[in-house]
């Protein structure tokens, strides 16, 4: 499965649109985009994930750059409750058995 | 109630003890999933298990063994605990579909003195 990069940690203020970006610029053709949040010590949680079309849930929005090789998680409206620390994965369905694979994400603090 | 359920959700043990982490799920999924969380990382895989009879090692798998009792049953055991085993433990399940989704416990914060 193709490495993803993420920035460590990002500000947002409330009630502002949150981008969180991701690098995985060796992404392949049939790998996945997958995101999830780790609200403070809880067990992750999923949000949203996408192939090469932008997915919007009643959660996130995820926008994949026409080559692939990167993508953004926007909250368009952040609150305090989305401070987290935000996941992004890369997996292919052709990877079988294996399990995700967690980095260690982007923390987003939400600032009133 | 949840849909994944840990037991216990804290415990403190003191090196040497062997200690069992259980989990419980009512989502009728196959694959199960022991992870760990030490501060400021990610989580790191332990063990996988895709049904009954299938048990298979993660990343970090070496002082841990698992046991799937039964399709709803995954549990962690420390034969032996060491002080570098404190951390947060995470049981996961997914179905075998092509989202892959995830869905995470609560967590078992272990401290091991």
């Known amino acids: 499965d193709a490495k993803t990069t993420q920035p460590p940690s990002m500000d947002c203020a409330e009630g502002r649109a949150a981008n969180l970006p991701c690098n995985h610029s060796t992404i392949s053709g049939n790998e996945y985009v997958y995101w999830y949040r780790q609200i403070h010590s809880q067990g992750p949680q999923y949000i949203i994930h996408?192939?090469?079309n932008n997915e919007t849930n009643e959660m996130a929005s995820l926008i994949i750059t026409e080559d692939r090789k990167s993508s953004t998680l926007i909250l368009p409206h952040a609150t305090l409750r989305d401070t987290a620390v935000y996941y992004c994965?890369?997996?292919?369905?052709?990877?079988?058995?294996?399990?995700?694979?967690f980095g260690k994400g982007t923390r987003l603090s939400v600032i009133a | 109630d949840a849909d994944v359920t840990q037991t216990p959700r804290n415990r403190i043990t003191k090196t040497g003890k062997r200690i069992m982490l259980e989990c419980s799920q009512t989502?009728?999924?196959?694959?199960m999933y022991w992870y760990r969380q030490d501060p400021g990382l990610g989580l790191r895989l332990i063990y996988y298990?895709?049904?009954?009879?299938?048990?298979n090692k993660g990343e970090i798998s070496d002082g841990y063994s698992v046991s799937r009792q039964a399709q709803a049953k995954f549990s962690l055991s420390l034969e032996s605990a060491i002080p570098n085993q404190t951390a947060l433990y995470f049981c996961?399940?997914?179905?075998?579909?092509?989202?892959?989704?995830?869905?995470f416990g609560p967590g078992t914060r272990l401290t091991v003195t």
């Open positions: 996961a399940t997914s179905d075998a579909g092509y989202s892959y989704e995830q869905y």
């Open positions: 989502k009728g999924h196959d694959r």
């Open positions: 298990s895709f049904d009954v009879k299938d048990i």
């Open positions: 996408g192939l090469k």
């Open positions: 994965i890369v997996r292919s369905l052709n990877s079988g058995n294996t399990p995700l694979v």
